[in-house]
């Protein structure tokens, strides 16, 4: 545990990653705390007095007064339809919602009044994940540096390197309790209920194993703690056993409880929260950067990224605890280990990294496709004095897909090949397909659904145009990959009802033009004979 140094210490330029950002209220005040790990190696938080807001166009500035007491200001930007707006600025974070409902009920529209605290500060900033930090610090109890009301700046990625351990836990299904639990951070920490085995601690009880975990954590400090299906069993699991001896599951860099939001389906991945820390499970990794396998299980990923599966053993663990403890810590040890060998053969965190310092969003939630869209669009309409709708939740109308063309089968001599590169953000940024450029006008260019979009600059085209100048100048396969993630989901965000640029007409817009181009490419290559 580090020691509080109340003592200030002057500071000089350092660079960081942001692992966590989140925020906290006091004394009548908010305030974003940013944690991360700095070049040097050192952990950090830094904490930032800043005040939430939203926008509502100026002409319904008297109407909202009427019935509530609102702090405003000018901020000289306008909506998509060319609306002048006011800066209605808030005392919490929790305030911006209950205005928003309350103004809802005059028929009042808000404008980007869902954003999340923290991500609303690091969007004004437009910083993506990297910093540079400048101001004093004092030593923290479980941070290595505490700044208040640093200097922050963006910058751009580089080489941080984050720690990571692995968690992994038996249970003995008879009893209910962990009798078995390991860390692997390139080392074994390995923990034994009452059985002794030389390559693990052996605990008297299980409260004594679950202590001894929260300070070996505590101890190592990684910045993030993997497994598999780490976060609906593992750490969910040690939650309750906490629960059940009145022990505090505070394993974050802050005091704070460690939080989880479960989720049921396969497609969206629980999430845990951890003060300081990120939770990345495995499992969800490889299914979110599109590594195929047979199916997720733990040993078919080992077996097919890195030769080497699980070890059999019976599946009563309570049994093999009991009658051959030293199989049950290699067993445990081996799987603990795996989850590490397959994240490093596939670069999964380098790879997060990479989307981090693109999108800005946390390292959990880099493939959230409405998110990172959301903080790539926001940022640079900004900068053209343009605020952003809220999201509305309309209903769902139809999106016409791409076309697919039936093949013909058989063996033949002279086959042409052609691969349509980024085809459909390379349509959105030619005939500037944009929220912004829609019009109900029927002038500009026109999509062949019969949509129109106005010539002047678009924002998506030009955050389109940035990433492929971005991935063609890029030398690491990680950061090409994950720029080519992030622009394919640019289309299938714009067809989804929970985005607040969602409309049917621009969605279709984008699959007409793919469908006139293959469509038109097969005749011409008809014409040729073929």
Not at 189 to 213: D, N, W, Y
Not at 393 to 417: A, H, I, N, Y
Not at 490 to 510: D, T
């Given at each position: 545990?580090?020691?509080?140094?109340?003592?200030?210490?002057?500071?000089?330029?350092?660079?960081?990653?942001?692992?966590?950002?989140?925020?906290?209220?006091?004394?009548?005040?908010?305030?974003?705390?940013?944690?991360?790990?700095?070049?040097?190696?050192?952990?950090?938080?830094?904490?930032?007095?800043?005040?939430?807001?939203?926008?509502?166009?100026?002409?319904?500035?008297?109407?909202?007064?009427?019935?509530?007491?609102?702090?405003?200001?000018?901020?000289?930007?306008?909506?998509?339809?060319?609306?002048?707006?006011?800066?209605?600025?808030?005392?919490?974070?929790?305030?911006?919602?209950?205005?928003?409902?309350?103004?809802?009920?005059?028929?009042?529209?808000?404008?980007?009044?869902?954003?999340?605290?923290?991500?609303?500060?690091?969007?004004?900033?437009?910083?993506?994940?990297?910093?540079?930090?400048?101001?004093?610090?004092?030593?923290?109890?479980?941070?290595?540096?505490?700044?208040?009301?640093?200097?922050?700046?963006?910058?751009?990625?580089?080489?941080?390197?984050?720690?990571?351990?692995?968690?992994?836990?038996?249970?003995?299904?008879?009893?209910?309790?962990?009798?078995?639990?390991?860390?692997?951070?390139?080392?074994?920490?390995?923990?034994?209920?009452?059985?002794?085995?030389?390559?693990?601690?052996?605990?008297?009880?299980?409260?004594?194993?679950?202590?001894?975990?929260?300070?070996?954590?505590?101890?190592?400090?990684?910045?993030?703690?993997?497994?598999?299906?780490?976060?609906?069993?593992?750490?969910?699991?040690?939650?309750?056993?906490?629960?059940?001896?009145?022990?505090?599951?505070?394993?974050?860099?802050?005091?704070?409880?460690?939080?989880?939001?479960t989720e049921t389906s396969f497609i969206r991945a629980s999430r845990a929260?951890?003060?300081?820390?990120?939770?990345?499970?495995?499992?969800?990794?490889?299914?979110?950067?599109?590594?195929?396998?047979?199916?997720?299980?733990?040993?078919?990923?080992?077996?097919?990224?890195?030769?080497?599966?699980?070890?059999?053993?019976?599946?009563?663990?309570?049994?093999?605890?009991?009658?051959?403890?030293?199989?049950?810590?290699?067993?445990?040890?081996?799987?603990?280990?795996?989850?590490?060998?397959?994240?490093?053969?596939?670069?999964?965190?380098?790879?997060?990294?990479?989307?981090?310092?693109?999108?800005?969003?946390?390292?959990?939630?880099?493939?959230?496709?409405?998110?990172?869209l959301d903080s790539l669009y926001i940022r640079e309409s900004r900068k053209?004095?343009?605020?952003?709708?809220?999201?509305?939740?309309?209903?769902?109308?139809?999106?016409?897909?791409?076309?697919?063309?039936?093949?013909?089968?058989?063996?033949?001599?002279?086959?042409?090949?052609?691969?349509?590169?980024?085809?459909?953000?390379?349509?959105?940024?030619?005939?500037?397909?944009?929220?912004?450029?829609?019009?109900?006008?029927?002038?500009?260019?026109?999509?062949?659904?019969?949509?129109?979009?106005?010539?002047?600059?678009?924002?998506?085209?030009?955050?389109?145009?940035?990433?492929?100048?971005?991935?063609?100048?890029?030398?690491?396969?990680?950061?090409?990959?994950?720029?080519?993630?992030?622009?394919?989901?640019?289309?299938?965000?714009?067809?989804?009802?929970?985005?607040?640029?969602?409309?049917?007409?621009?969605?279709?817009?984008?699959?007409?033009?793919?469908?006139?181009?293959?469509?038109?490419?097969?005749?011409?290559?008809?014409?040729?004979?073929?």
């Amino acid at each position: 545990m580090k020691n509080l140094f109340k003592v200030l210490l002057k500071g000089i330029h350092m660079h960081g990653l942001i692992i966590h950002p989140t925020y906290r209220t006091h004394n009548g005040k908010s305030y974003v705390h940013l944690y991360g790990r700095l070049e040097n190696g050192e952990s950090f938080l830094t904490i930032t007095e800043f005040r939430p807001y939203f926008f509502i166009r100026k002409e319904d500035v008297s109407r909202a007064l009427k019935e509530d007491s609102l702090e405003f200001s000018d901020p000289s930007m306008k909506t998509f339809s060319g609306d002048e707006v006011v800066q209605i600025i808030t005392q919490y974070p929790a305030d911006v919602a209950q205005l928003r409902r309350s103004l809802h009920e005059k028929d009042i529209e808000c404008y980007e009044a869902d954003i999340r605290f923290a991500y609303r500060f690091l969007m004004d900033k437009d910083i993506r994940g990297y910093l540079d930090i400048e101001g004093e610090y004092m030593r923290g109890e479980r941070v290595d540096r505490i700044y208040e009301n640093p200097i922050l700046t963006p910058t751009s990625p580089c080489d941080i390197h984050l720690d990571a351990a692995s968690l992994d836990i038996e249970v003995d299904e008879s009893t209910g309790e962990v009798v078995c639990l390991t860390l692997y951070d390139g080392e074994y920490h390995t923990l034994l209920l009452k059985q002794e085995v030389p390559t693990a601690i052996t605990c008297g009880s299980e409260m004594e194993l679950l202590s001894r975990f929260k300070d070996i954590l505590l101890t190592l400090d990684p910045d993030v703690i993997t497994g598999w299906n780490v976060v609906d069993f593992d750490l969910y699991y040690l939650q309750q056993r906490f629960k059940r001896h009145s022990l505090h599951f505070d394993l974050g860099r802050s005091g704070a409880q460690s939080k989880f939001r479960t989720e049921t389906s396969f497609i969206r991945a629980s999430r845990a929260q951890m003060d300081g820390r990120m939770v990345l499970d495995a499992m969800h990794l490889l299914r979110d950067f599109f590594i195929k396998l047979d199916d997720y299980k733990l040993g078919t990923a080992g077996k097919a990224i890195l030769g080497e599966g699980k070890i059999d053993i019976e599946k009563d663990i309570g049994k093999v605890w009991k009658e051959n403890p030293d199989l049950l810590v290699e067993y445990n040890q081996k799987d603990a280990k795996l989850v590490t060998d397959i994240i490093e053969k596939k670069r999964l965190l380098e790879l997060s990294k990479r989307m981090t310092g693109i999108t800005g969003l946390q390292l959990d939630r880099v493939k959230a496709a409405i998110a990172s869209l959301d903080s790539l669009y926001i940022r640079e309409s900004r900068k053209k004095g343009i605020v952003c709708p809220s999201v509305s939740g309309m209903s769902r109308k139809k999106v016409t897909g791409g076309l697919v063309q039936e093949p013909t089968f058989g063996v033949f001599s002279f086959v042409l090949l052609f691969d349509f590169r980024s085809l459909y953000p390379s349509i959105m940024a030619t005939f500037n397909i944009d929220p912004l450029t829609y019009t109900e006008e029927k002038t500009g260019i026109q999509a062949p659904n019969g949509a129109f979009f106005r010539e002047s600059p678009g924002i998506l085209p030009e955050i389109i145009l940035k990433l492929l100048r971005r991935r063609s100048e890029a030398t690491i396969y990680e950061e090409q990959y994950a720029i080519k993630i992030i622009m394919n989901s640019l289309f299938g965000v714009l067809g989804n009802p929970n985005c607040r640029f969602y409309n049917s007409k621009i969605a279709n817009a984008i699959t007409s033009f793919g469908r006139y181009f293959l469509e038109e490419t097969t005749s011409r290559v008809k014409e040729m004979g073929y």
